[in-house]
């Protein structure tokens, strides 16, 4: 049986994509190469700082993301605006389909787990029209460990007293649907780009340059070749509510 439902935030309930208006604000003709490589990194420092044990909150990790990012590009932001870009973090918009697919889901835990710090997500969830429809927000900062380190996905079961078997957990990002499935919990991957359409992009796009926005959904938006698959795919939130029931 389905005690709880449990998502990723970063690109599964909130989209990190749109950040983009203020990176291009902050650097007109940039915006899009900042937005995703700004993302990359911020995930790559996070596996970085787990591998090398040498933790630091998602905060940080975020903003030292941001750092290189800038860098990379020869980009010069005063302190202030350097700060109002990371902030962006803190506003992200919820995908359109999250309000009404988790007011779908009676009866079983809705919870966070996510790799963001208290300090990210108090903000980004208390500050959306998500608020109301989560129940516990859980950070991997208790443990020190970012997903896909086991340790973070323990934090279910001790903050909502389930068994990994008892949880679907639902996330866009693969290394998470990997992770959560080696963990042992049931997984619903969101495949809001279908693995034949992506293609089609690219290969539209490669008569020219490829896009950073297409680069980066061919590097985060797809199923890992691991060996972990999720257990459903859907296309998008709203598919959730015939899950909680065919479980």
């Given at each position: 049986?389905?005690?709880?439902?449990?998502f990723?935030?970063?690109g599964?309930?909130?989209?990190v994509?749109?950040?983009?208006?203020?990176?291009?604000q902050a650097?007109?003709?940039?915006?899009?190469i900042?937005t995703?490589?700004w993302?990359?990194k911020?995930l790559?420092?996070s596996w970085?700082?787990?591998?090398?044990?040498d933790?630091?909150?998602?905060?940080?990790v975020?903003?030292?993301?941001?750092?290189?990012?800038?860098g990379?590009?020869?980009l010069?932001?005063?302190a202030?605006?350097?700060d109002d870009i990371?902030?962006a973090?803190?506003r992200l918009?919820?995908?359109?389909d999250a309000?009404?697919?988790l007011?779908?889901l009676?009866?079983v835990?809705?919870?966070?787990?996510?790799?963001?710090s208290?300090?990210m997500?108090d903000?980004?969830?208390?500050?959306?029209?998500?608020?109301?429809?989560?129940?516990t927000t859980?950070?991997?900062?208790?443990?020190?460990?970012f997903?896909?380190?086991?340790?973070a996905y323990?934090?279910v079961?001790?903050?909502?007293?389930?068994?990994?078997?008892?949880?679907?957990f639902?996330?866009?990002?693969?290394f998470d649907?990997?992770g959560a499935?080696?963990f042992?919990f049931?997984?619903a991957?969101?495949?809001?780009l279908?693995q034949?359409?992506?293609?089609?992009?690219?290969?539209e796009?490669?008569?020219?340059?490829?896009?950073p926005?297409?680069f980066?959904?061919?590097?985060?938006?797809?199923e890992e070749?691991?060996?972990?698959a999720p257990?459903?795919?859907?296309?998008?939130?709203?598919?959730?509510?015939?899950?909680?029931?065919?479980?």
């Amino acid at each position: 049986m389905i005690k709880a439902f449990v998502f990723d935030a970063y690109g599964t309930l909130f989209d990190v994509q749109s950040v983009a208006d203020v990176t291009e604000q902050a650097f007109p003709g940039h915006g899009e190469i900042i937005t995703q490589i700004w993302r990359m990194k911020q995930l790559e420092y996070s596996w970085l700082r787990s591998l090398m044990g040498d933790y630091r909150d998602f905060w940080t990790v975020t903003r030292e993301a941001l750092t290189y990012t800038l860098g990379v590009l020869g980009l010069s932001p005063t302190a202030t605006l350097f700060d109002d870009i990371a902030e962006a973090y803190n506003r992200l918009a919820p995908y359109p389909d999250a309000v009404a697919a988790l007011g779908g889901l009676s009866g079983v835990h809705r919870a966070i787990l996510s790799n963001g710090s208290p300090q990210m997500l108090d903000p980004l969830v208390g500050g959306s029209a998500l608020r109301d429809l989560i129940e516990t927000t859980i950070s991997v900062d208790e443990k020190r460990a970012f997903k896909p380190d086991p340790r973070a996905y323990e934090l279910v079961e001790e903050r909502l007293g389930v068994k990994p078997h008892e949880v679907i957990f639902v996330s866009s990002n693969g290394f998470d649907i990997a992770g959560a499935k080696r963990f042992g919990f049931r997984v619903a991957r969101i495949a809001r780009l279908p693995q034949a359409a992506l293609a089609q992009e690219v290969a539209e796009e490669m008569t020219g340059a490829l896009r950073p926005v297409t680069f980066y959904k061919a590097l985060r938006t797809q199923e890992e070749a691991l060996g972990y698959a999720p257990d459903f795919t859907v296309s998008s939130l709203a598919d959730l509510s015939r899950l909680a029931v065919a479980a």
